[in-house]
């Protein structure tokens, strides 16, 4: 036992050093989107192409699905004083995003939602006031409010909430609608929520 001990401290005193580990280069960056998220980007950007919805759509884009755009097959109607429609589905709710003719026709709408604004008070507990605000993204600077209206389809009336924002140095604006008790469980929290996090 007094040998093979000392043997094996004389061993490791002489052996040769081990050759370093060949080094493994580090992973490429990768993005930070995942697979589906890219191609959803691929997918809807061609709805956006040539309009001047890119700054207020770009946090969307990975996120929605189904969107039309004005002007094409079975596309959405554009109202009076619009210049595209885009119109698109996340999770259960209406995304659409307008490029109006100009900065007053933009305005014109907005003051439709801001009445809106007012019966939200009474359809929608818990709405927030109107403000002038950033995007969380920080990508666009423009007017933020949530309204609610009374939609009848097919003999049935329902609640629908939706929130507005707009960026200020464009004619453009988004905005989210959704049924207020099955599609948000009568809370503006949901619908908050996705904003906080695409726009």
Known sequence: MLFGTGGYFAGRATAPEAAAEPSTPAPAPSSPLGVFEQNQV???QPDFAGSSLTAISEGWLPYLSTCSRSGTPGGPKVNAGEKVRVRCTLDGMSAIFVEYESVAERDKARVKAMGQAVDARTLTPG?????????PSGRTTGNYLEYAFRLTEGGTTRTVSGMWWDDAQAPVAGYLLAYWKEGLGEKWEPMRDLWSRYA
């Open 127 to 135: 709405v927030a006031p109107a403000a002038e605000r950033p995007t």
């Open 42 to 44: 691929a997918v809807n």
